[in-house]
């Protein structure tokens, strides 16, 4: 499943993509994490991207682009990918589609995950930092004294706590800005498509898991891409099965008439076969049989049965002379003939 993730800082993209990778098995691509890599490695990207970032730029779409390429090309990526940090507006959108669409790797689904804006601000500006063990609190939704006795690893003692200058209450209010500007339209680009599905992620974090889950079941379910892949799938299996009925008969065709050339010794060596499987079935019939000749043979004595109970019926009937008598009979043959009807 090849999805994004789409949501402002503080809508908890991290958390649930870390959830997706361990549930799904599939890796989250992380863009600023491939450009790393490329920049230490030296790959010919990697030092096109170096080059701009030392002259202060931005690195292109078209570096980044094919940083996901190479990656798309890497065997873990088979089942899927959750892409981490791009596209952020329309025409970096535009370009994975293309790209994608080229590779034959189309995304399944892209999930909003939407939480208010006074919200999305609580919980950024609410960031503490370790600066010992880098462990992140936040002080507006952890009460004070659970992070008082939470003893740092590094130190022994209480977490040392401050403030990253990304998560002050300005830039916060900065960083939404640019989400609402840039990446907010692809909201309707994706919707476009007909592979946006939109969550609430507020609230619980398992709670907003379960929402995600479900959202990209029903993703699946719609994408043109997968309604393809269902479709096939089910012609294939028609067509299994077309061929299993097709070739059940041309392999009971030679066998009968091989049986008829056969000489009359064989046929009652046949029957008596016959009689043990039909003895076995009865047994078995007598068990909850499940095989379909047993079942057959179970309801053929089932119903030689109900005609015998029927008889029984019928002369207890003639005994009988009373109304009610006579109507609860009535009720028994039908039930009885019922029976019979069911198991044949
Ligand atoms: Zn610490």
Redesign the pocket.
Known sequence: MRIVLLGAPGSGKGTQSQRLVKEHGIPQISTGDLLRAAVAKGTPLGVRAKEAMDAGRLVEDEIVLGMIRERLAEPDVANGFILDGFPRNLLQADALDALLTELGQPLDAVVQMDVEYDELMRRISGRRS?A??G?VFNVLTTPAQQIENDK????GEP??LFQRPDDTEETVAKRLKVYEEKTRPLIDFYRGKGILQTINAEGDVEEITERLEEALQAATVQTPAAAAKRKAAAKKKAAAKKAVAEKAPARKAPAKSAAQKATAKKAPAKTAAGLKRAAAAKKAAGKGATTKAAGKTAGKKAGAKGTRRRTAVAKAGRKTKSAPARRTLAKKKSAVKKAGKRSR
């Open positions: 370790c010992d063990c462990a740092c690893p590094k130190t977490h040392k």
